[in-house]
Nanobody
Framework: QVQVEESGGGSVQAGGSLILSCVAS????????MGWFRQAPGKEREGVAG????????YYADSVKGRFTISRDNAQNTLYLQMNNLRPEDTAMYYC??????????????????WGKGTLVTISS
């Protein structure tokens, strides 16, 4: 049984930082592309960051480029999202997801095979 679980969400003021973690179990994470998505109330889910199987390739949505960093520790089956200089518009439920190969570094909702339940990030101005 494949399971993906996020943690690290919370409430911070604008300009602050958070680190999200995603632990995978039931499969070998270094065989999957991984991505972080977010969904704000009333909006569609969007991919904000992705990382390739080996970890050498990354993708960032324009809205988070320069502020967010995605990384993975395959030995620990863990994916991270370092979020700096947070803004109120970053407020959303954040989801971790995995895509079976063949896969690309660009996170696309329809291509992901396994999803976590999400962790809530709230940024106050």
């Amino acid at each position: 049984q494949v399971q993906v679980e996020e943690s690290g969400g919370g409430s911070v003021q604008a300009g602050g930082s958070l680190i999200l973690s995603c632990v995978a179990s039931g499969y070998v994470s270094n065989k999957y592309c991984m991505g972080w998505f977010r969904q704000a109330p009333g909006k569609e889910r969007e991919g904000v960051a992705g990382i390739g199987i080996g970890g050498g390739s990354t993708y960032y949505a324009d809205s988070v480029k320069g502020r967010f960093t995605i990384s993975r520790d395959n030995a620990q089956n863990t994916l991270y999202l370092q979020m700096n200089n947070l803004r109120p518009e970053d407020t959303a439920m954040y989801y971790c997801a995995a895509a079976s190969p063949p896969c690309t570094v660009v996170p696309r909702t329809a291509r992901m095979n396994y999803w976590g339940k999400g962790t809530l990030v709230t940024i106050s101005s």
